[in-house]
């Protein structure tokens, strides 16, 4: 003890006064943690931990007001499933501070406009839905909301404005009346009257061409797959028919009406909403996704209908869980688990149904396809007497459901499915799907459940899958992936290059220099090649063949050795592909090797296109031959090809970063000249430096052309060739009097739409050359009918 007081002493006191200043952040801690946490399981009610929390709040307002306020504008935003609870404690507060009341209202207008400023319109939503719920709690006065909501919906009366930016404003008001509706009609029924006429006016009149390409499946039975704006509509006037009433929000301020009534209420600031820019990002429209109605939930509770306005609530908070907690799998599945009110209803059936309507949503998932495998399993294990059932019945269903899906879809299933059974020992009732073996192997049940063993195969060996299917799937189950190699055996002597491969095989073993097998592969005869033409430089297919072949068999074992061979050998590599035929022709051999082992195909052109042994044209031209039309139906085939397009894209991107990079540089450094005023030396020294970023700048923008003209070649070269597909197919069936409707071409126009959907971002900058090159007014309606959509959802 006397110790420590000795160094008290010596410090002057210092340890105490270091105390002091961590005291405030101590306590700004526990008022954030006190604010999260609240609502959440607790030995006591919500109603008694919220008086607690604004007593506690209210005495700290003095000291820490804006701290405060940001906590609570920033859960208003970020934990929308929690919205009554936060709604009503700010009520509270309003009651017992009348002007803290008004500063929120202020602080959450601020914020508004700042999401709306910086594109993020789904945190808007939140915000403007919390300041509806402060209508109920007395904070705000009914008619300065109604104003508000006047002006949302008088977006819709603009013109030359995207049909997007007009569904959002019309889609904020139309998602706060579940829990603000019956309050505003009690107090301004004539003003709500006109306000959902507008809103009615302009559902009519929009344009819907592009919902055929955002479906999940395209039959209307057994669940009509509705617009979302459609959806929430019906939802809506079904609510405002039963007088407002709904059952499904919780409500906590109705426990302190007493309280809350008493207050003073605050109007709005007047809000317009800010004007259309052209680099706003409005969020794209959806498809409600349904698969489950009452009959499938026979026990326990009943499933609301899919145009009450319960079943838009409880979607509504579930993903807003899945949202807030995504990153943390166990987290996020048992705060669903735990969701409020889930005795009135089957919860696992929403669950499995919201998890899987984002897993399937188009262009793309809300996050990363593994988040959901992961969480479903979370939930399996969390609740392994019912959800089980649940998600197999689910899986059953989706089957059943395949020849309608589409395609991308169908992938994404794919992917989930295989990964999903990889961590339960790949048990599944697989005799139940027997009816998969009487069927063409083209439709897609069989196809479906070759994929899925596929991609099974991948996760574990071919052994166990072939262990784990019924005999009666033999057809099915993928070849075992070994590599093929052409020139293995004696069989092999009569074919051409026989002799060379195993010069070549020992040159490599041996260890010999890239020079040394440059020579001996000179020494290979031309296929292509007359006698009598001395040129001796053309396009060489035997070459590529011995030796590429010879050097993937030697590496076979494994991805490294694979990886390491194409890297030793890369200039051999690059010298015998200097010609687009030689692209192709690698590409084919890759092929021909490792046909029974997609994986290793897709790993290689991966490989070589970073190594730059071929191009991304060559790789799309390649999957479009007429040696891979065989595959053309393969799920490997696309990974490939999309993957192909985001490498392209990334390419163009880290460029483009390079030369704003130099940009701001260049600007840093004039200003720096600017400020350093007449010392002679340091203007010379950044004069010198300005010269050299120039060029740096000078030879990036040429780089950025170039690569820009590059990827717009590669979109030109896949539209193309789609286009020629298909209308090789049109023009046959036509010619026969054929139905177009074969499931090739069901899988080749839905790839088509799986292209511009995954990379439309990239693709709208050449909107204008795919509109004069290729998709023109004379292209056959069922292939322009695509790029329409397209250009839809971007309206």
Known sequence: MSRRRHSDDNEGGQPHKRRRTSEPIEIEDRLESLICRVGEKSTSSLESNLEGLAGVLEADLPNYKNKILRILCAVARLLPEKLTVYTTLVGLLNARNYNFGGEFVEAMIRQLKETLKNNLYNEAVYLV?????????????????????????????????????????????????????????????????????QIEGYLKRRVKTHVP????????????????????????????????????????????????????????????????MPDAQYPMP??????????????????????????????????????????????????????????????????????????????????????????????????????????????????????????????????????????????????????????????????FVKEVLEKSMRLSYHQRIVDIVPPTFSALIPADPIFIYKYADESAASLPGYAMSITVGNAIKNRASNEEILTILKEVPNPNQEDDDDEGESFNPLKIDVFLQTLLHLAAKSFSHSFSALGKFHEILKSLTDTDEGKLHILKVVYEAWRNHPQMIAVLVDKM???????????????????????????FVWEILHSTIRKMNKHVQKIQKELEDAKDKLEKQQHKRRDSGDDEDMEKNSEDEEGQLEEQIERLQEKVESAQSEQKNLFLVIFQRFIMLLTEHLVRCETGSVDISTPWYKNCIERLQQIFLMHHVTIQQYMGTLENLLFTAELDHHILAVYQQFCALQL
Request: with cysteine.
């Open 609 to 635: 296109i970073r190594t730059q042994i071929v191009d991304c044209a060559a790789v799309a031209n390649w999957l479009f031959s007429q040696d891979m039309a065989h595959e053309f139906t393969r799920l």
């Open 286 to 447: 959806r498809v409600i996704f349904r698969m489950f109605d009452y009959t499938d939930a026979p026990e326990g509770p009943v499933m609301p209908g899919s145009h009450s306005v319960e079943r838009f609530v409880i979607e509504e908070n579930l993903h807003c869980i899945i949202k807030t907690h995504w990153k943390e799998r166990k987290t996020c599945a048992a705060q669903l688990l735990s969701y409020p009110g889930k005795n009135k209803i089957p919860l696992n059936y929403h669950i499995v149904e919201v998890i899987f309507g984002e897993l399937f949503q188009l262009p793309s998932p809300p996050h990363i396809d593994v988040m959901y495998t992961t969480l479903l399993i979370e939930l399996c294990k969390l609740q392994p007497g019912s959800l089980p059932q649940v998600l197999a019945q689910a899986t059953e269903m989706l089957y059943m459901r395949l020849d309608t899906m589409n395609t991308t879809c169908i992938d994404r299933l794919i992917n989930w499915f295989s990964h999903h059974l990889s961590n339960f020992q790949f048990r599944w009732s697989w005799d139940d799907w027997s009816d998969c073996l009487t069927v063409d192997v083209d439709k897609p049940k069989p196809k």
């Open 129 to 197: 839905r919390f300041l509806s719920d402060l209508v109920n709690c007395h904070v705000i006065a009914a008619p300065s909301m109604v104003a508000m909501f006047e002006n949302f919906v008088s977006v819709t009366q603009e013109e030359d404005v995207p049909q997007v930016r007009s569904d959002w404003f019309v889609y904020v008001v139309l998602s706060c009346l579940p829990w603000v509706g019956k309050e505003l009609y009690e107090k301004k029924d004539v003003e709500m009257d006109r306000l959902l006429s």
């Open 213 to 276: 390409m955002l479906q999940v499946w395209t039959a209307e039975k057994p669940h009509p797959q509705e617009e979302y704006l459609d959806c929430l509509w019906s939802q809506i006037q079904k609510l405002k028919k039963d007088r407002w009433q709904e059952r499904h929000i919780l409500r906590p301020y109705i426990a302190f009406d007493s309280v809350l009534c008493e207050a003073l209420q605050h109007n709005l600031p007047p809000f317009t909403p800010p004007g259309h």
